[in-house]
Each structure stands twice: as C-alpha cells, then as structure tokens.
C-alpha cells in the first residue's frame, strides 16, 4: 500500500487469474488453455515476418486481421473489434457500452472479471442468481427489459460449462432493446450454437441487430492465450464505439506478431475442428468416469467440467489433486464452493486425473 495510490485504486479488489505455476511436468487443468498447439500455420506466419519491421508501429487498425475475421464469419469488416486479449475487448465494452445509469445485468455465478470492470469503472451492476440447475433464466433478464443498462454473460456459461440455446438468447435479443446484450462466446468452438449467425444478412446489413455484441477469443480453441488476440463482432456503430474507446486508450493493442499469427489462426478453421473433436472426445470419457466415481457433473458445452462429489468438500479434493501434482481450480464461493472446475487436458493427462481420484474417492 502507498498514499500514493489513488482512492479507485485502494478500493479496487482485481481479478485473480488461475496460477501459472513455473514447477515442470505439472499437470495443468486450472485456466482451460488447449492441450494441443496452435496451427502449424501460425508459427510459420510469425516467422516469416520481417523483423526489420518491428522498428515501425504495426497496423492500428489491424485492417486484414478483421478482413480474415469478416471472411469466416461472412460479415462486413465494419463488423469487427479487435484487441489485446478478449479481456481488454470486454474492458473496452464496459466503459463504452454497459456504463449508463441503469444497473448492468449479469448472472450470479459467471466470468468473475465482469464485476472487477465494474468496480474499475463504477459501473451499477446486478446479479441474476442461476437456477438449481446452474441455468441461465432468460425470463429473469426480461423482467428487467426496461431496467437495465446492459446485459452479459458467456454462452456457454463459465465455470458451469452449460450453453443455452440460441433461440433463447434472440428472445432477449427481440425484446431488450433498450440496452446492448453482450454474448462472451469464449468456448462456443465445444458444441454450442453461434449468434454470430444472427448478425449476417445477405442482401446487406438491414437485419443485424443493433442491440447485439458476440465476443470471441483466440485463446481456447486456436490454442493462442500466449498470443493476446480476442474480438467483438456486431452492428457497426457498436464497433465505432469501442473504437472511440480503444483510440482513447491504446491505439496499437496488437503487435505485428500477433496480428501475423492471428490472421493464420483464423485461416486455419480445419485445426480448429479437429482439436475441438478431439476435446470433446475426452470430456464424453471423463464425464463417464466421473460419474462411476459418484461425482455430480453439469452437462458440460466448454472444454472444461464443473463438478462436485456428495461426500467430499471441493477444497479437499482440490489439495489432494494438488498434493499429486494435478492442478484444478477451486472457487471459493457462495454456491459453488464444493464445485472443482476442470479444464479438458490431453488423454494422458485425464488419465492421470482419474487415476488419482480414484485412490482419493474410496
Ligand atoms: C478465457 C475467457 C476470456 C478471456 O480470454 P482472453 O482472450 O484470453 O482475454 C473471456 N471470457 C471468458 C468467459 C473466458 O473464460
């Protein structure tokens, strides 16, 4: 602590991302970074840049980045925000989008970033608690149509890895109008429904929604959390907005590297299926095994499984998996603390999960 601090800063309590532990041969499961690599494309593009380059700014603008968005996801390059990460492209959605003076609307049990940009920008905010179920209610939210000055909340949802279906959500998209829905479509590569689609229109842009903002990244499934690249696609005066944003802030959030490595991510959408079928393999196996062992498991849509055992505290389970050098995440939270949330790794790596659960559960 410093008197220097500003009074924000003393009252700030920041997001405390899951532990990047420097002890080799751990086995990781704790921040849901793909076991598999990149596509074999990506390092070859970032090689191929001309380090000569670096002395120069890089593209502000990121302009054939967001073409080779715009092409995947077959909308105009207007369409598309860039930045730093998907967490500096939320940050930017807060202060630009979400901060009016009716509370913003998330669920009880979400992102746990979300109020941490509140409080960084004092932004209202209030939590729709899930249902028994760990769903998401979305006749909670539209109780509250005219009482909101945004909504968000990933689909699907993390830490309970469960997905609505996107029928649900253009309900909310239809009748909330009078603030921005925000959809974090973090894990959406693991089997659920896009809304993308949703802001496509072939005979122009008429028929996107002016009220719906769908936020991706490159860390899950492009296997890229070291690269920082993540991206807001919607109306094209949302974008503008957070343009204002990111060019009062930082105008160039992503180097010449990651603007090269990222373009050959998105390219390369044939890696991204395989490593996505591959993880979806897994967690059909884990599920089971889980659930052998008595485990209660919520259906999971995401590259990672939130789950609790009847008889054992989630604490406890979380330092004996520790104690074996299997690291998982643990949340110390109403609801959820005897829940352990637990990234789909490699098969040798689940093996070695399930092996020591069940010496741990007898
Ligand atoms: C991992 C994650 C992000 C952040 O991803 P970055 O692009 O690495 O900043 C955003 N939202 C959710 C729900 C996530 O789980």
């Known amino acids: 602590m410093s008197r220097f601090w500003s ?19 751990l086995v990781k499961l704790n921040t849901n970074e793909s076991p598999y690599g990149p596509s074999p494309k990506v390092l070859a593009a970032i090689a191929s840049e001309n380090t000569e380059q670096l002395r120069l700014y890089p593209d502000p603008d990121a302009s054939a980045l967001k073409q080779a968005i715009a092409q995947l996801h077959g909308l105009d390059p207007k369409q598309v925000f860039v930045g730093n990460g998907s967490d500096e492209v939320l940050a930017h959605i807060f202060l630009g989008l979400l901060k009016h003076d ?74 909330n109008t009078d603030s921005v829905l925000v959809i974090d479509e973090a894990y959406v590569d693991y089997g659920t429904e896009s809304c993308v689609s949703l802001l496509r229109d072939e005979a122009g842009m008429a028929a996107c929604p002016n009220n719906l903002l769908v936020v991706h990244t490159l860390s899950k499934s492009r296997a890229l959390a070291g690269l920082r690249v993540g991206f807001a696609l919607g109306h094209p005066d949302l974008i503008a907005g957070l343009e204002r944003v990111k060019n009062s802030f930082n105008s160039y959030p992503l180097g010449k590297l990651a603007q090269a490595g990222a373009i050959a ?12 079928n591959k993880v979806k393999a897994t967690r059909a196996g884990l599920m089971d095994k889980l659930n052998e062992l008595g485990f209660e498991t919520v259906p999971s849509s995401a590259n990672f499984i939130f789950t609790r055992h009847p008889k054992y505290a989630g604490e406890k389970i979380y330092q004996a998996l520790r104690e074996r050098g299997i690291i998982v995440r643990h949340f110390n939270k109403n609801r959820i603390q005897d829940h352990l949330r637990i990234t789909i790794g490699n098969d040798e790596q689940i093996k070695a999960l399930i092996l020591a659960l069940q010496e741990l559960i007898t």
């Open 7 to 25: 009074p924000l800063v003393h009252n700030l309590t920041p997001y405390v991302p899951g532990e990047q532990p420097k002890i080799e041969r």
């Open 102 to 175: 009716q509370p913003v609307l998330f669920p009880d049990i979400t992102y746990s970033f979300y109020p941490v940009y509140c409080q960084l920008y004092g932004i209202e905010s209030k939590t729709i608690p899930l249902n028994a179920n760990f769903e998401i209610h979305i006749d909670d939210y539209l109780k509250l149509a005219k009482k909101n000055g945004g909504i968000i909340f990933p689909n699907p949802n993390a830490p309970t890895g469960r997905a609505l279906l996107r029928a649900e959500i253009e309900r909310l998209i239809q009748q």
């Open 265 to 276: 991510a998105i390219e390369d959408q044939a890696h991204l299926e395989a490593m996505a």
